[in-house]
Protein backbone atom coordinates (compact mmCIF):
# COMPACT_ATOMS: atom_id res chain seq x y z
CA UNK A 1 0.00 0.00 0.00
CA UNK A 2 1.87 3.21 -0.94
CA UNK A 3 0.42 7.16 -1.01
CA UNK A 4 1.93 7.58 -4.39
CA UNK A 5 0.64 9.63 -6.54
CA UNK A 6 0.81 7.43 -10.02
CA UNK A 7 0.84 8.61 -13.59
CA UNK A 8 -2.98 6.69 -14.77
CA UNK A 9 -3.92 8.75 -11.59
CA UNK A 10 -2.66 11.89 -12.61
CA UNK A 11 -4.43 11.09 -16.01
CA UNK A 12 -7.98 10.38 -14.83
CA UNK A 13 -7.47 13.47 -12.42
CA UNK A 14 -6.71 15.67 -15.12
CA UNK A 15 -9.74 14.20 -17.43
CA UNK A 16 -11.90 14.61 -14.57
CA UNK A 17 -11.13 18.26 -13.91
CA UNK A 18 -11.40 18.92 -17.89
CA UNK A 19 -14.97 17.60 -18.02
CA UNK A 20 -16.03 19.45 -14.60
CA UNK A 21 -14.26 23.01 -16.41
CA UNK A 22 -16.25 22.30 -19.97
CA UNK A 23 -19.26 21.07 -18.07
CA UNK A 24 -19.42 24.57 -15.98
CA UNK A 25 -18.73 26.66 -19.05
CA UNK A 26 -21.41 25.17 -21.28
CA UNK A 27 -24.05 25.46 -18.40
CA UNK A 28 -23.52 28.71 -18.66
CA UNK A 29 -25.58 29.17 -22.31
CA UNK A 30 -27.65 25.61 -22.10
CA UNK A 31 -29.04 25.89 -18.66
CA UNK A 32 -31.50 28.21 -16.96
CA UNK A 33 -28.95 30.61 -16.31
CA UNK A 34 -29.12 31.54 -19.81
CA UNK A 35 -25.65 33.65 -20.97
CA UNK A 36 -26.48 36.25 -23.75
CA UNK A 37 -22.59 36.67 -24.21
CA UNK A 38 -21.97 33.10 -24.71
CA UNK A 39 -25.04 33.10 -27.70
CA UNK A 40 -23.57 35.73 -28.91
CA UNK A 41 -20.47 34.40 -29.13
CA UNK A 42 -22.05 31.25 -31.02
CA UNK A 43 -23.81 33.31 -33.03
CA UNK A 44 -21.05 34.95 -34.59
CA UNK A 45 -19.34 31.64 -34.76
CA UNK A 46 -22.13 29.94 -36.79
CA UNK A 47 -22.23 33.16 -39.33
CA UNK A 48 -18.37 33.49 -39.50
CA UNK A 49 -17.86 30.26 -39.99
CA UNK A 50 -15.81 26.79 -38.48
CA UNK A 51 -12.09 28.57 -37.00
CA UNK A 52 -13.21 31.95 -38.05
CA UNK A 53 -14.76 33.66 -34.71
CA UNK A 54 -13.05 36.95 -35.02
CA UNK A 55 -14.09 37.73 -31.18
CA UNK A 56 -11.78 37.96 -28.47
CA UNK A 57 -12.19 38.56 -24.54
CA UNK A 58 -15.05 36.78 -25.00
CA UNK A 59 -16.96 33.95 -23.02
CA UNK A 60 -16.01 31.47 -25.73
CA UNK A 61 -12.27 30.27 -27.34
CA UNK A 62 -10.27 32.71 -29.41
CA UNK A 63 -10.87 30.19 -32.44
CA UNK A 64 -14.43 30.31 -31.84
CA UNK A 65 -16.72 27.21 -31.85
CA UNK A 66 -16.35 24.76 -34.60
CA UNK A 67 -19.83 25.91 -35.99
CA UNK A 68 -21.41 22.55 -36.10
CA UNK A 69 -24.78 22.75 -35.35
CA UNK A 70 -23.76 19.89 -32.45
CA UNK A 71 -21.10 21.66 -31.06
CA UNK A 72 -23.31 24.93 -30.96
CA UNK A 73 -26.29 23.11 -29.77
CA UNK A 74 -24.72 22.14 -26.70
CA UNK A 75 -23.94 25.56 -25.33
CA UNK A 76 -27.28 27.06 -26.65
CA UNK A 77 -29.94 26.09 -29.17
CA UNK A 78 -31.03 29.02 -30.45
CA UNK A 79 -35.01 27.57 -31.37
CA UNK A 80 -35.16 27.73 -27.86
CA UNK A 81 -34.86 31.63 -27.51
CA UNK A 82 -36.37 32.23 -31.19
CA UNK A 83 -38.78 29.45 -32.30
CA UNK A 84 -38.72 25.94 -34.24
CA UNK A 85 -36.56 26.03 -37.47
CA UNK A 86 -34.49 28.79 -36.10
CA UNK A 87 -31.42 26.43 -35.39
CA UNK A 88 -27.59 27.63 -36.26
CA UNK A 89 -27.85 26.29 -39.84
CA UNK A 90 -30.34 28.53 -40.47
CA UNK A 91 -28.97 31.30 -38.84
CA UNK A 92 -25.26 30.51 -40.80
CA UNK A 93 -27.01 30.87 -43.94
CA UNK A 94 -29.75 33.64 -42.64
CA UNK A 95 -32.39 31.40 -44.22
CA UNK A 96 -36.51 31.69 -43.33
CA UNK A 97 -37.86 31.61 -40.94
CA UNK A 98 -34.59 33.44 -38.88
CA UNK A 99 -34.99 36.48 -40.92
CA UNK A 100 -39.31 36.41 -40.55
CA UNK A 101 -38.54 35.48 -36.70
CA UNK A 102 -36.78 37.97 -35.76
CA UNK A 103 -38.59 40.57 -37.36
CA UNK A 104 -41.70 39.41 -35.43
CA UNK A 105 -39.65 39.21 -32.33
CA UNK A 106 -39.15 42.98 -33.20
CA UNK A 107 -42.17 44.53 -33.69
CA UNK A 108 -42.73 47.19 -31.12
CA UNK A 109 -38.69 47.64 -30.79
CA UNK A 110 -37.25 50.92 -31.74
CA UNK A 111 -33.06 51.50 -31.76
CA UNK A 112 -31.76 54.27 -30.59
CA UNK A 113 -28.44 55.79 -31.41
CA UNK A 114 -27.47 59.28 -30.21
CA UNK A 115 -24.52 59.22 -32.73
CA UNK A 116 -23.83 58.01 -36.51
CA UNK A 117 -24.08 54.29 -35.72
CA UNK A 118 -20.45 52.31 -35.48
CA UNK A 119 -22.01 48.95 -36.58
CA UNK A 120 -25.47 48.35 -38.59
CA UNK A 121 -27.85 46.26 -37.49
CA UNK A 122 -29.38 44.55 -40.14
CA UNK A 123 -33.73 44.20 -39.77
CA UNK A 124 -33.70 47.21 -37.09
CA UNK A 125 -33.12 50.70 -39.27
CA UNK A 126 -32.14 52.81 -36.32
CA UNK A 127 -33.02 56.46 -35.11
CA UNK A 128 -30.59 58.50 -34.72
CA UNK A 129 -30.73 61.79 -32.36
CA UNK A 130 -28.27 64.30 -32.94
CA UNK A 131 -27.87 65.04 -28.94
CA UNK A 132 -28.25 63.23 -25.99
CA UNK A 133 -31.56 64.80 -24.23
CA UNK A 134 -34.87 63.83 -22.98
CA UNK A 135 -36.24 66.63 -25.42
CA UNK A 136 -34.90 64.48 -28.28
CA UNK A 137 -35.80 61.26 -27.22
CA UNK A 138 -39.35 62.04 -25.90
CA UNK A 139 -41.10 62.10 -29.44
CA UNK A 140 -40.38 58.77 -29.41
CA UNK A 141 -42.09 57.36 -25.99
CA UNK A 142 -45.75 58.24 -27.41
CA UNK A 143 -46.49 54.46 -28.48
CA UNK A 144 -46.43 52.91 -24.63
CA UNK A 145 -46.34 49.40 -25.94
CA UNK A 146 -43.13 50.35 -27.97
CA UNK A 147 -40.03 49.25 -26.02
CA UNK A 148 -35.94 50.40 -27.01
CA UNK A 149 -32.73 49.65 -27.22
CA UNK A 150 -30.62 52.85 -26.69
CA UNK A 151 -27.28 52.50 -28.27
CA UNK A 152 -23.94 54.46 -28.26
CA UNK A 153 -20.24 54.72 -29.15
CA UNK A 154 -18.12 57.81 -27.98
CA UNK A 155 -21.51 59.54 -26.25
CA UNK A 156 -21.61 56.41 -23.88
CA UNK A 157 -21.19 58.21 -21.04
CA UNK A 158 -23.97 60.96 -21.67
CA UNK A 159 -26.72 58.66 -22.60
CA UNK A 160 -25.57 56.57 -18.87
CA UNK A 161 -26.06 59.33 -17.57
CA UNK A 162 -29.55 60.16 -18.78
CA UNK A 163 -30.82 57.30 -18.39
CA UNK A 164 -29.82 57.01 -15.03
CA UNK A 165 -31.87 60.39 -14.74
CA UNK A 166 -34.93 59.23 -16.68
CA UNK A 167 -36.81 56.23 -14.67
CA UNK A 168 -39.85 56.38 -17.21
CA UNK A 169 -36.77 55.88 -20.33
CA UNK A 170 -35.23 53.38 -18.03
CA UNK A 171 -38.63 51.47 -17.72
CA UNK A 172 -39.23 51.46 -21.58
CA UNK A 173 -35.96 49.34 -22.67
CA UNK A 174 -35.69 46.17 -23.91
CA UNK A 175 -32.01 46.77 -23.82
CA UNK A 176 -28.48 49.41 -23.57
CA UNK A 177 -26.02 48.59 -26.02
CA UNK A 178 -22.30 50.43 -25.91
CA UNK A 179 -20.10 49.67 -28.70
CA UNK A 180 -16.29 50.53 -28.44
CA UNK A 181 -17.45 53.17 -25.66
CA UNK A 182 -15.77 55.79 -23.93
CA UNK A 183 -16.43 55.25 -20.24
CA UNK A 184 -15.90 56.91 -17.30
CA UNK A 185 -14.93 54.39 -14.77
CA UNK A 186 -14.67 57.07 -11.66
CA UNK A 187 -18.57 58.39 -12.21
CA UNK A 188 -19.84 55.04 -12.79
CA UNK A 189 -18.11 53.48 -9.86
CA UNK A 190 -20.35 56.07 -7.85
CA UNK A 191 -23.76 55.61 -10.17
CA UNK A 192 -23.45 52.98 -12.00
CA UNK A 193 -26.21 50.77 -9.46
CA UNK A 194 -28.79 48.74 -9.14
CA UNK A 195 -30.48 51.38 -7.37
CA UNK A 196 -29.65 54.24 -9.32
CA UNK A 197 -31.05 52.33 -12.60
CA UNK A 198 -33.97 50.72 -11.14
CA UNK A 199 -37.27 50.13 -13.15
CA UNK A 200 -40.67 49.80 -12.17
CA UNK A 201 -41.05 46.42 -12.89
CA UNK A 202 -39.19 44.15 -11.00
CA UNK A 203 -36.64 42.90 -14.04
CA UNK A 204 -32.94 43.09 -15.15
CA UNK A 205 -32.41 45.19 -18.02
CA UNK A 206 -29.14 44.11 -20.28
CA UNK A 207 -26.45 46.72 -20.55
CA UNK A 208 -23.94 44.73 -23.05
CA UNK A 209 -20.42 46.29 -23.98
CA UNK A 210 -18.99 45.30 -27.45
CA UNK A 211 -15.55 46.19 -27.28
CA UNK A 212 -13.06 46.85 -30.33
CA UNK A 213 -9.86 48.24 -31.30
CA UNK A 214 -7.55 50.19 -28.49
CA UNK A 215 -8.29 50.64 -25.05
CA UNK A 216 -10.50 48.27 -25.20
CA UNK A 217 -10.37 46.89 -21.62
CA UNK A 218 -11.33 50.33 -20.61
CA UNK A 219 -14.70 49.85 -22.49
CA UNK A 220 -16.27 47.28 -20.09
CA UNK A 221 -19.12 48.31 -17.65
CA UNK A 222 -18.68 47.24 -14.21
CA UNK A 223 -21.10 44.59 -12.58
CA UNK A 224 -22.46 46.61 -9.34
CA UNK A 225 -22.69 44.40 -6.32
CA UNK A 226 -26.20 43.32 -5.66
CA UNK A 227 -27.72 45.95 -2.97
CA UNK A 228 -29.13 44.19 0.52
CA UNK A 229 -32.45 44.02 -0.46
CA UNK A 230 -31.65 41.65 -3.63
CA UNK A 231 -33.48 43.18 -6.20
CA UNK A 232 -31.06 43.86 -8.82
CA UNK A 233 -31.80 46.63 -12.13
CA UNK A 234 -29.16 45.99 -14.54
CA UNK A 235 -27.13 42.51 -15.82
CA UNK A 236 -24.06 43.53 -17.58
CA UNK A 237 -22.52 41.62 -20.01
CA UNK A 238 -19.55 42.04 -22.08
CA UNK A 239 -19.90 40.45 -25.61
CA UNK A 240 -16.17 40.40 -25.73
CA UNK A 241 -13.39 42.12 -28.35
CA UNK A 242 -13.46 42.76 -32.17
CA UNK A 243 -11.29 44.44 -34.65
CA UNK A 244 -12.99 47.71 -34.98
CA UNK A 245 -12.78 46.90 -38.67
CA UNK A 246 -15.08 44.45 -38.33
CA UNK A 247 -17.90 46.93 -36.72
CA UNK A 248 -19.56 46.83 -40.08
CA UNK A 249 -19.35 43.71 -41.33
CA UNK A 250 -23.24 42.63 -42.00
CA UNK A 251 -22.35 39.49 -39.81
CA UNK A 252 -22.11 41.10 -36.75
CA UNK A 253 -24.88 43.21 -37.15
CA UNK A 254 -27.23 40.00 -38.19
CA UNK A 255 -25.49 38.40 -34.80
CA UNK A 256 -26.54 41.51 -32.44
CA UNK A 257 -29.84 41.52 -34.23
CA UNK A 258 -30.69 37.69 -33.25
CA UNK A 259 -29.52 38.58 -29.76
CA UNK A 260 -31.82 41.38 -29.33
CA UNK A 261 -34.55 39.12 -30.51
CA UNK A 262 -33.81 36.39 -28.50
CA UNK A 263 -34.31 38.98 -25.74
CA UNK A 264 -38.11 39.29 -25.96
Known sequence: MTDAFLPVDAVLWSVAAGL????????????PGWDPASFFGATLSALFGPGKLPLTGGPVPKEGFEGTPD???????????????CGW?????????????????????????????????????PVVLDSVDMAALLPLLGRPDLRLVVAAHQRADAVLRLLHDAPGVRDRLRAVLL?????????????????AYDVEVAREVPFFTLRAGEGAEGQRLPDPPTPPTGRRAVAVADLGVLPADLLRDPRVGRALLVLCAALG
Open 20 to 31: LALALWLSRGGG
Open 71 to 85: ELAAVDDPQTRLGPG
Open 89 to 125: KEIAAWAEPVPATVSRRLEGVRLVWFEAPPVHIEGME
Open 179 to 195: VAPTLDASWLAQHFTHL
